[in-house]
């Protein structure tokens, strides 16, 4: 894709050092403990930070969608504190974080724009964590219902099953056996592999 078509989003400096990367699902984008010497903008798709827990699980940590940054820890940071994947085909631009935090510190508009986007995305955590602090299983769905879903009330997932029960910290049976039950309860409505929560 031409600079211009970023122009809009980022100083046109910014997007000359920058490279536009597509990604196949599922696929690496960096590894926890590597030097830490880019960080991302989703332009389409999605990427997750996994970690391995000490039960040899893997946790979802951070979630980025499209119009996301992603791994802004490792503007501070030495080196990247996860596993950093596509979890769908994904189209990111990646920044050198040298030149990234010299942008930040001389273009005053983007750096606001900057923040404003980690207000966002720290409110979403902070959303996440109440979310898996509730003990029940349906609790957590329909907390991600009211959280997270579109306009239009649908939460479009992108994954499968064992995906969303991931990031739900959930077995995928028990997932599978609570959304069942939300329908038959008429609180939720299923469409494929999109979700909505029924007001009543």
């Known amino acids: 894709m031409p600079i211009d078509d970023f122009s809009s989003l980022f100083p046109r400096d910014l997007c000359q050092v920058s490279r536009h990367l597509f990604l196949n699902k599922n696929e690496l984008l960096f590894q926890r403990g590597t030097v830490a010497t880019e960080l ?3 332009l389409s798709g999605e990427l ?3 970690r391995t827990q000490l039960d040899g699980k893997l946790a979802i940590m951070l979630r980025a969608r499209a119009s996301e940054f992603f791994a802004e820890a490792a503007l501070f940071s030495h080196h990247y504190d996860c596993d950093g994947f596509s979890y769908t085909a994904t ?3 990646a920044f050198p ?3 990234f935090r010299e942008i930040l510190g001389r273009e005053a508009n983007f750096a606001l724009n900057f923040i404003q986007s ?3 995305r720290l409110r979403r955590q902070c959303l996440r964590q109440e979310r898996l602090n509730l003990k029940k299983a349906h609790e957590r ?3 991600l219902l009211t959280c997270e879903a579109e306009a239009d009330g649908w939460l479009r997932w992108n994954g499968s099953i064992r995906t969303l029960a991931e990031e739900l910290a959930l077995d995928p ?3 599978s056996r609570t959304l069942n039950t939300l329908e038959r309860s008429g609180q939720i409505r299923r469409q494929g592999h999109w979700l909505a929560q029924i007001y009543t």
Request: glycine share 0%; charged share 10%; hydrophobic share 65%.
């Open 97 to 99: 974080i040298p030149f």
């Open 48 to 50: 997750v930070a996994l």
């Open 91 to 93: 189209e990111v631009l």
């Open 40 to 42: 991302f903008f989703v």
């Open 141 to 143: 769905v329909l907390h």
């Open 118 to 120: 980690q207000t966002r």
């Open 173 to 175: 049976a028990t997932l």
